[in-house]
C-alpha cells in the first residue's frame, strides 16, 4: 500500500542511517515500484549499474570535477548502510530502472566553491547569536537535532537510534516515512526553507523529474528515496512553469563524473563531512549483525584488545554485556546503544582508562575501511597509470595508516620510492617521508602512508600535467623551476627531481638554477640554497644518478657564498645576526657534504693536485678561511663571530688554548656584556654540543663563570634572556653536571681531597671497581658472555672507562 494514494511514494531518509536503510529496503519489497528515483546527480546514471559489480566494496563515493578546473569538485558518500546505496542495490537486483533525481553536477559546481556535497538536511554552519535564529541554525545544521531537542534529548544521535535504529520495522513498512515526513513538515511550517537558500531550486529539479517518471511509469510505479527534509517541499502542488523559472538561468560548467574509493573516517562528522555521524563502523555493525549486535559488538571490542595485548577473556564480555543491558535500563532505552556499550566497556575491559578506549573508537566505532571500486568504473589516464605502478610496486592504498621502510639497493623499493616522490611533486600527497627508525643512511627511506579520497580529486587535477606518472610528474617539474619565486625554492626543486629520478626535467631545472644564480647577489639566499643542492649530490650513488652538473652549480654557488658572506655580516642588528648564524651553520654542513665531489679544478687552483678529492679539500681550506675571518672581525656580530670560534674549533682547525685565549678576550671587561653574552650564544649554544663542551673544558667554563659573576647589576637583567636560552638548550644532565662543577668551583680539580671530588664522573684517577662493573654487560652486547670475566686486564678496564 503507498503511503500517499494517487501520488507516488517518497521514503524520506537520514542519510547514512541504518535503520534508514532497513527500512527502504522493507518498504521497496513491499511496493514493488517500477523505477526508483534517488537523491543524488543525474550525470551519475550511466554509473549505477556498476554498484552491481562485484568488485564494488563501499564505503565509495560519486566523484563530479569540472573539466576545465579538476580541482572544483563535489562528493556523494555511500556507505553500505546508506538508504540510497540500499535503493539502487535492490533496484539492480529486481532490473528496475534507478535513477538520480537532485540538481546536476554541472549546476552544483558552478554554482558553489569545489567542496564536498553536503546532503542540506545536515549541512553545518556557524552558530547564530539570536535565540531565534539559534533555532533556525539548528534546523539548518541537522532538522533531527531540533526534533531531537522537542523529545526531550540532548543528543541527536541518541534519540535516532531510540526511535529508528532499536525499534525495527514493525508490521506497516510504510508507517516511519509517514511519521518522518510529519514531523519535517511540521519544521518546515515554522522555518520555510531553514535558511537554505538552494533548497527551492534543487526540489523544483526534483519534482519535475518526478514529473517525468509518473508519466512513464504512473503515479504509483514511482519511489522516491531522499532526505526526510525535501519530503514536505517534494509533497507539494507546484506547477511546471513556476519549477522552471527557478531553473532558469544558473550557471553551468562541464563535468565529469566517477566513482571513487571512500573511507569510514570521511563518512565521520569529525572528519569534516557535514553530513556525516559520528560513528560509522557502529551503524555498519547494526546494519550487518543479523540478531545479538550489542554481544557482536563487544565480542569485536575484545578481539581488538586482545591484539594490542591487553588482557581480555570472555568472562569479560558477559560481564560488559549484563552491565550495557543494566545501563539501557536504567538509562529508558529500549536497547543498550553506543553510549552505554562504551560505557561498559570502559569500566570493564579497559580498567577505566580512556587510553585503550580511544583504540577502540579509532579502530571499530569510525573504523578504517577503504572502499573498492571497479577497474571499469572511468577514470582519468593518469589515475590509470597510478593503479597499474601501485599493482605492479605491490603497494596498495589503504585508509589506516602504516610505516613502509625501504631499502634502495633493491629495485622494487627503489621504484616506490620514485613513485612516492613523484606524487609528492604532483602534490599527491598519499605518502610522507619521515625518520627512519633503523638507518640513517641515504640507501634507505621510511614512509607514513594513509591514502585518502580527496587524493582522488589531486589525481584528476594533475591529469592536466600529462597521461603518466613520469611525463605529468616531468612536466610539473619544468613548471614549477620556471615560476619558482626563490632560489632555495629552485634548489629543493633540483632535490626532489634527483629524489624523482626525472632525467628530462633535471637539466631544465638547472639551467634556470644556474641563471637564477649568477643574478642573485643576497648572502642570504645563495646560503639557503646551497644545503639541499649539496644534499643532492648524496643521492647519485644509491640511485646511479649522473651528478656532475649539480656538482659544479654547487662548487660555484659555494664559492660566491664564501665571497659575500664576510661583508654581509657586518653591521647586522639581533635578528638579523641570529638568521645569518643559522646560514653559516647550514653552510658549514653543506661544506661538510660537499667534499669529494667538487670537480677537480679546485683543488688545482689551490695549487694540489688535480683530484676531486683534492677539490673537496680546497673547498673546506676556502670555508674556514672565511670563519677565520669572520672570528676576528669587530664589526661581525657577537653571536656569528662565536660560532665561527666553535666551527672551527670542532673541526680541529683551531687550537683549545687559541680558543680560550679568544673567549678571554671576549670576556674581558672591555667588552659590552650584551655582545660578550651574544658570543657566548654563538660559541656554546644552539644545542650543538656546548654543554659537553664546558664540561670537559673546565678552563672554558671558568671563564664563562667568572664573567658572569663579574657583570654589573644594571646589564645582568639585559643579558639574562640571552643566558637563559643558551643553557635551556642543554640536556637536563648536562645542566646537573654543569651546576656540579660551578658548585665545586671550576679549574679546582688539582685540589681536590683524596679519594676524588666526590662528584661523579670527575675523580683524579681511574676507579677500577666501578669499571670492573659494568664488564659484565658490556661482554654480554659484544657475544663475549662466555669468557671468564676474571681474565679482564687493566686495558679491559681502560676502554670501558673510555
Known amino acids: 500500500m503507498w503511503a500517499v494514494e494517487g501520488g507516488p511514494l517518497l521514503l ?12 527502504v529496503r522493507a518498504a521497496l519489497e513491499a511496493a514493488r515500484p ?26 565509495v563515493a560519486l566523484l563530479a570535477h569540472a573539466v576545465d578546473e579538476p580541482g572544483r569538485s563535489s562528493f556523494w558518500p555511500f556507505a553500505e548502510f546508506s538508504p540510497e546505496w540500499v535503493a539502487i542495490r535492490w533496484a539492480l537486483a529486481h532490473g528496475v530502472p534507478a535513477r538520480f533525481i537532485d540538481l546536476p553536477a554541472a549546476h552544483t559546481l558552478a554554482w558553489g566553491r569545489g567542496e564536498e556535497a553536503v546532503p542540506a538536511e545536515e549541512a553545518e554552519e556557524p552558530e547564530a547569536e539570536e535565540p531565534e535564529a539559534a533555532a533556525e541554525e539548528a534546523v539548518r545544521g541537522d532538522p533531527l537535532a531540533a526534533l531531537a531537542e522537542a523529545a526531550g534529548y540532548d543528543d541527536a544521535e541518541r534519540w535516532w537510534e531510540d526511535v529508528v535504529e532499536h525499534r525495527g520495522t514493525g508490521k506497516d513498512v510504510f508507517a516511519p516515512f509517514a511519521v518522518l515526513e510529519e514531523a519535517m513538515g511540521a519544521l518546515r511550517e515554522v522555518y520555510g526553507t531553514g535558511g537554505r537558500d538552494r533548497d ?54 562541464k563535468a565529469d563524473m566517477t566513482w571513487v574509493p571512500w573511507t569510514n573516517r570521511r563518512l565521520a562528522r569529525a572528519g569534516g563531512y557535514g553530513a556525516g555521524i559520528d560513528s560509522p563502523g557502529w551503524y555498519g555493525h547494526l546494519f550487518g549483525a543479523p540478531d545479538r549486535p550489542v554481544e557482536r559488538w563487544l565480542t569485536k571490542v575484545a578481539g581488538l584488545l586482545r591484539e594490542e595485548d591487553r588482557i581480555v577473556s570472555s568472562a569479560h564480555v558477559i560481564e560488559a554485556v549484563r552491565l550495557a543491558e543494566t ?21 570493564v575491559m579497559c580498567d577505566g582508562s580512556d587510553v585503550p578506549l580511544s583504540l577502540v573508537r579509532d579502530r571499530l566505532v569510525v573504523g578504517d575501511v577503504l572502499g573498492e571500486v571497479p577497474e571499469s568504473a572511468p577514470a582519468v589516464p593518469l589515475q590509470r597509470d597510478l593503479t597499474r605502478l601501485q599493482r605492479r610496486l605491490r603497494l596498495k592504498p589503504e585508509a589506516l595508516e ?6 634502495l639497493r633493491k629495485d622494487n623499493d627503489a621504484e616506490r620510492s620514485r613513485l612516492l616522490h613523484r606524487l609528492r611533486l604532483l602534490d599527491i600527497a598519499w605518502g610522507e617521508p619521515t625518520v627512519s627508525r633503523g638507518s640513517t643512511g641515504t640507501f634507505r627511506e621510511t614512509w607514513r602512508l594513509r591514502w585518502e579520497p580527496e587524493l582522488s580529486v589531486r589525481v584528476a587535477e594533475a591529469g592536466v600535467w600529462g597521461t603518466t606518472v613520469l611525463s605529468a610528474t616531468t612536466a610539473k617539474a619544468e613548471a614549477d623551476a ?19 629520478e626525472l632525467p628530462d626535467a633535471l637539466p631544465v631545472v638547472m639551467r634556470v638554477l644556474a641563471d637564477r644564480a649568477a643574478l642573485d647577489a643576497d648572502v642570504g639566499h645563495l646560503a639557503q640554497a646551497l644545503p639541499a643542492l649539496v644534499r643532492s649530490l648524496r643521492y647519485g650513488d644509491v640511485r646511479a644518478t649522473d651528478t656532475r652538473a649539480l656538482a659544479e652549480v654547487a662548487a660555484g654557488l659555494a664559492e660566491r657564498v664564501f665571497v659575500g658572506l664576510p661583508p654581509a655580516c657586518a653591521a647586522l642588528d639581533t635578528e638579523a645576526a641570529q638568521e645569518m648564524r643559522g646560514h653559516v651553520d647550514a653552510v658549514h654542513g653543506a661544506v661538510g657534504l660537499l667534499g669529494d665531489a667538487v670537480p677537480g679544478e679546485h683543488s688545482a687552483r689551490d695549487g694540489g693536485g688535480g683530484t676531486g678529492s683534492g677539490g673537496g679539500t680546497g673547498i673546506r681550506v676556502r670555508w674556514h678561511s672565511v670563519l677565520h675571518v669572520l672570528s676576528g672581525r669587530d664589526t661581525v656580530p657577537g653571536v656569528i663571530r662565536g660560532r665561527a670560534v666553535r666551527l672551527l674549533l670542532d673541526d680541529g682547525e683551531l687550537a683549545q688554548d687559541e680558543a680560550a685565549r679568544l673567549m678571554g678576550l671576549v670576556l674581558s671587561p672591555g667588552t659590552a656584556p650584551a655582545d660578550a653574552a651574544a658570543w657566548i650564544e654563538g660559541f656554546v649554544g644552539g644545542g650543538s654540543g656546548g654543554g659537553m663542551l664546558l664540561v670537559h673544558d673546565e678552563r672554558l667554563l671558568g671563564l664563562v663563570d667568572a ?16 643566558l637563559r636560552r643558551t643553557f635551556s638548550a642543554y640536556e637536563p644532565g648536562v645542566r646537573r653536571t654543569l651546576g656540579e662543577l660551578v658548585r665545586r668551583g671550576p679549574g679546582q680539580r688539582a685540589g681536590a681531597p683524596a679519594g676524588g671530588s666526590g662528584i661523579p664522573g670527575f675523580a683524579d684517577e681511574l676507579d677500577a671497581d666501578r669499571a670492573d662493573a ?29
Open 327 to 347: 545501563l539501557a535500563a536504567m538509562r529508558g532505552r529500549p536497547l543498550p546503544g553506543l553510549t552505554e556499550t562504551t560505557d561498559a566497556v570502559r569500566a
Open 402 to 407: 602504516r610505516e613502509v621502510e625501504l631499502d
Open 774 to 802: 659494568v664488564l659484565p654487560v658490556v661482554r654480554l652486547l659484544l657475544g663475549l658472555d662466555g669468557d671468564d670475566p676474571t681474565n679482564a686486564d687493566d686495558n679491559d678496564c681502560v676502554g670501558v672507562a673510555g
Open 482 to 500: 620556471v615560476s619558482a619565486r626563490s632560489l632555495a625554492d629552485i634548489t629543493g626543486l633540483a632535490e626532489r627531481c634527483l629524489l624523482a
Open 200 to 253: 527551492p531550486v534543487r526540489e523544483a529539479y526534483m519534482r519535475l523529474r518526478m514529473r517525468d517518471a509518473q508519466k512513464e511509469f504512473g503515479d504509483e510505479g514511482v519511489a522516491v528515496v531522499c532526505g526526510a527534509w525535501h519530503v514536505p517541499a517534494l509533497r507539494e502542488r507546484r506547477t511546471v512553469a513556476a519549477d522552471r523559472a527557478l531553473l532558469k538561468g544558473l550557471p553551468k560548467v
Open 707 to 722: 664573567w658572569l659573576t663579574g657583570v654589573p647589576g644594571d646589564a645582568f637583567t639585559d643579558v639574562l634572556p640571552l
Open 12 to 23: 524520506g531518509v537520514r542519510h547514512h542511517g541504518p535503520g534508514s536503510a532497513r527500512a
Open 34 to 59: 517500477r523505477v526508483v528515483l534517488i537523491e543524488g546527480p543525474p550525470e551519475a546514471d550511466a554509473l549505477i549499474p556498476l554498484a552491481a559489480d562485484e568488485d564494488m566494496r563501499p564505503p
